[in-house]
């Protein structure tokens, strides 16, 4: 039987924590191809690394995956990536990769009707999902006839819709939020005034950003109220996976604010079934992570997007009781796995902490007394789980290095999100 390689791009701690979840399960060898070994590959010897400055130039990256592919002509190719715009371009030039290349990733038809935020929100609409109050600018005549607002008229209709601050600024399409830069961009915008929102405004205008930026209500409650939640529908029309979590706390740098940092997990049927829903009613195929908010009014879910890949936080996933890595190979190699497929779909359903965050830091921002015994609790029962804290890839060099990077990550808080807050910024 043929080894199979799992190629990786980029090196976010997404990737590592497929690539983990796939060697645990089957011992599966491992590359990452990225412009740098990143935070979450040094000092690791779960893959090699091939570097690639161009990685973000698609003839490069094809070049480079026609390399590996004929580096390794005895083995299974699979393909994996965590980052919107890789999802997008391999998905346009799906017909030039090697054949013996498996993706577990949406193709461009679907990549388009998902990954916008205005598609998402008409989707979810579609079958009873809620989602926010939002309001589209667009900055080029397409855009604007395919009904996004000017600039100007977006702000008036925030105005009429009485939204209340802070308003949620966020593009409506993460890839080509990944390739524009002005100053003061973030990953998310919490504007505070209306004259936060014209200054991005203009900036977004004098450049034609070409997809629509989204102004949108602030669902009130602060991080733990927010929920990820990842799922897998095959390639054969059925959602076999489906799990969750509440969010205990978020990164806050510039570039990182919105991405879970810890995570307790938990089973909301009624959240897994609308996400279920949504997924088969456009017809899906691939890992899905949706993030959504419970409000602290009224106790509602508000769903906010789905992105078209697995997310950055998967291995709470994995921790929880369901290996991401083994969902794919029942689909794609299933002579890989053995026994029969479980029920689908599957759900992960022991309460476990997962945190990139150490322990005692994390309590201080968990404020509410239930919840911070819950996780206390399961702290007690099963431990803190760590997607790059890995006993088979556990050297000595690698160890302390992590130690590092904690000390770092509290530094970051310490720098932008000192103390907790109402709202999480």
């Not at 590359?31 to 893959?47: E, K, N, Q």
């Not at 949620?168 to 993460?174: L, N, Q, T």
Request: aromatic residues 10%; charged residues 25%.
């Amino acid at each position: 039987m043929k080894q199979v390689l799992v190629v990786g791009l980029g090196g976010d701690i997404g990737t590592y924590a497929f690539q983990r979840a796939a060697h645990e399960r089957f011992g599966w060898d491992a590359i990452v191809l990225g412009p740098r070994v990143t935070t979450f590959g040094r000092y690791s010897t779960l893959a090699r690394w091939v570097i690639e400055p161009d990685v973000f130039t698609p003839e490069v990256l094809l070049r480079r995956l026609d390399q590996i592919a004929a580096d390794h002509p005895d083995h299974e190719l699979m393909l994996f990536t965590n980052l919107d715009w890789h999802v997008r371009v391999l998905a346009e030039h799906r017909d030039r990769l090697d054949p013996r290349w498996i993706l577990p990733l949406p193709d461009l038809g679907m990549f388009d009707r998902v990954s916008s935020k205005v598609a998402f929100a008409e989707a979810c609409d579609q079958v009873g999902i809620r989602t926010p109050l939002t309001v589209a600018a667009g900055f080029t005549d397409e855009a604007v006839a395919g009904g996004a607002l000017t600039p100007a008229d977006a702000l008036a209709r925030v105005r009429e819709a009485g939204l209340e601050y802070p308003v949620i600024g966020k593009p409506a399409d993460s890839a080509d939020w990944f390739e524009v830069e002005f100053p003061g961009k973030l990953k998310i915008h919490h504007f505070e005034s209306e004259a936060e929102i014209e200054d991005v405004l203009a900036q977004l205008d004098r450049l034609d950003y070409p997809s629509e930026f989204l102004l949108q209500e602030f669902v009130p409650g602060d991080e733990t109220h927010m929920r990820s939640l990842t799922a897998y529908r095959d390639s054969a029309g059925r959602v076999t996976l489906v799990g969750g979590g509440q969010v205990l706390l978020e990164e806050h740098t510039p570039g990182t604010i919105g991405i879970p940092a810890a995570i307790l997990t938990h089973v909301d049927q009624e959240a897994f079934d609308a996400a279920a829903r949504l997924l088969d009613h456009t017809g899906y195929f691939g890992f899905a992570n949706f993030d959504f908010k419970v409000s602290s009014r009224t106790g509602e879910r508000v769903f906010f997007e789905v992105n078209p890949r697995i997310g950055r936080n998967n291995f709470y996933v994995t921790a929880a009781g369901v290996n991401v890595a083994e969902v794919v190979a029942r689909d794609l190699l299933p002579d890989r796995v053995d026994g029969d497929a479980p029920a689908a779909p599957q759900v992960p359903d022991r309460e476990i902490l997962y945190s990139v965050v150490p322990f005692r830091w994390l309590l201080r921002y968990v404020l509410e007394p239930g919840l911070r015994a819950q996780v206390k609790a399961a702290k007690r029962r099963h431990g803190v789980f760590h997607p790059l804290r890995y006993r088979g890839d556990g050297g000595l060099k690698r160890r302390l290095y992590l130690h590092a990077v904690d000390l770092r990550l509290v530094q970051k808080y310490r720098q932008h999100y000192p103390r907790p807050t109402d709202s999480g910024f």
